[in-house]
Structures are given as C-alpha cells and as structure tokens.
C-alpha cells in the first residue's frame, strides 16, 4: 500500500476541499490509505472519509502553540511512514509539514497552489514571501491549479498546472430541471443572478450586495442566490437588512444541489478580490451560464470565452448595467460541449493525476 499524507482539507466545502474529496474518491484503495491531517476540530466531510477507509489525524492548530503544533507533527512522522505528503494550499505562511516530513525521510513532497493572491494579513504576506525563497529545499514537486497560481507560488521555478476537472454530466444544462427548481422556490418569473463561494473577504460579498442593490432598481423582478458559508456571513447579513434586501437576497448556505441551483439561475456574477481558478465558474460555464467577473480573476477560467472580466475599480452602477447587458440568450447546452471538448472532464483529470502520482513509484 502507498500510504498517502493529505493537508488541505479544512471545516469548509469550497473549491479546494472538493478537488481533494474528488482524488480520494478516485484513488485505487486497495492501491493508496490516505491519512488526513486536521487542524480543526472537524474537516469537511469527515464522517465520509473514515467511513470509506481514510485515516483522520488531529494535529493542535499553529495559532494555538507553534511548539505544540510541530511536536505533534513531529511524533506523527515519527510513528508513522509515508510514501507521500500532499500540502494543498493558498498561502505559503506556514509549511512545516513539508519541512518535518523531509526531516523524517518522506521521499515525495508535494506543495500544491490553490490560490493566486494573498488571503491573510500582512503577517501571512511576509511569511510567504519567506517561504517562497525556501519551498524549494523542502518540497520536491510542485503542483499549482492555474498559471496565476503557479506565478504567485514559485515564480518562475518549474511546476506542473493540474487541471481542476469537475463531474461535467452533473452540470450539463437540464431546462426541466432548471424549471422544477424555480418552481420549489417560487421563482418562476424572476431574474436570477448567482453567486457559489464561501463567505470570506476575497469573495468580495460586500460589493456584490451593493451591485444587486442598484440591479435590482433597474429590473425588479430581480434575485441574489448565495451558496455558501464562512466568517463573513454575519456582516452580509447585517447589510442585506440595512438594505432592506432581506426578501430579495436568498442566502442557502453549504448547500449540496450547486450543479440544481446552477440551472435555475440567469448570470453568474463574481467580483472576487482575486481567485486561483474557481470551481464555481468552471461549474456555471458547464450549465451554459454567461459570467461577470473581476478582472483579478485568472483569464484561464474563460473557458467558454463568454465571461466578462470588470475592473473591481468600476462604479457599482456600471457593473449592475454589464450585468444586465449581459444576459442575453445563449445556447446553454454548448457549455457542456466545449468544456468536456477542453479537457476538463473529471475522469480524465484524475486519471492524468493518478499517472503522475504512480509515476513517483515506478
């Protein structure tokens, strides 16, 4: 057995922990044990990972004690072998997995870059910024989700981008299915806009709220669909009331139906701060739906070359106005066909990912 090491996967269900829950639903388990490390109290999707054979491991936090935390590192890699450690990450501030599993004679280390811009404070920018000078003395490969991804990790050192492949057929446009969504929520008449992403500082919420607010004066019959959780969500919500948007705005959580909520809705729209390459975009692209977005957001995630990428420098005004100039009527069903024509296809980016990782072993 290849004992596999995975760092990465948080309480949240967002871009990065469903490409990771996607590699260990794919991985040969008679083939890989995949051990999880955790520095929460619980990770997304823990009952299910155990319940299909994976290993979770709880590590003290780096915030409650750097001792404690790379002591307990420590005495896992200590007491236990791997043949992998795979850190999937969107900063570089702290990577002493990676720095204690060469300690402890780990052949194969993986850094894998999931974002494209700094996340954090000025504390998390400067330790990156460290860490970038040395990440190459302990990680021996280097994976990255995008270009912009790689750049903002390694600079011009080599990596290898893995594509960010989802279940296309989950997402293919289903005008029945798009009509029984609308009519569960009492939305037949309406013009939906939608928005799938956690609720943290990049996503960029709060202008999102004030673009709607100004959109939905100019075309009434207007919606907002949120999907998501995080620590920014009590503050959108204060806004949504002091807006008086609170009938208007639906705000449905960690939901499980994205690909369902995709079909019923009209415009994806995304002013994220930045973004490494979005599931949620590739995931919309796929329903046949038209994007406005940040001009900080990688152009590679363009895939349909329907997006439009708006300055978040721009008036809000101008952007509920693209917004709404956007919406014409395009044949949906094509998104399916030119993403799955693109290479994107879920299987076949796992089974180039499984090749590379077999490739470690020949």
Known sequence: ?????????????GGKETYIINIFNFLDKTKYHVT??????EIAYEIYLKNNGATIVKIPPRHDGLYQHRKALDNLFSKQYFDIVWAHKT?????EILSISKKNGVPVRIIHSHSS??????FTYVMHNINRKCIFRIANNYFACSVTAARWFYGKHPSQIMINGIDLDKFKYNPSLRDKIRKEMNLDNS???GHVG?????KNHKKLINIFNILKQKKENSKLILCGDGEERNSIEQQIEELDLKTDVLL???VDNVNEILQAIDIMVMPSLFEGFPFALLEAQTAGLRCVVSDTVSKEIDVLGWNQFLPLSLDDNLWADNILKNNSILDRYEGYRIIKEKGYDLNDC???LEKKLNEFFQ
């Open 191 to 193: 013009f939906l806009i």
């Open 198 to 202: 956690r609720f943290g500082i990049e």
């Open 350 to 352: 796992l089974s180039a």
């Open 36 to 41: 999880f490390v955790s520095y929460n109290k």
């Open 252 to 254: 449905l959580g960690n």
């Open 117 to 122: 811009a700094n996340m954090g404070g000025k």
């Open 91 to 95: 900063t570089l501030s702290a990577c």
């Open 1 to 13: 057995m290849i004992e596999l090491l995975i760092e990465g996967m948080t309480e949240n269900k």
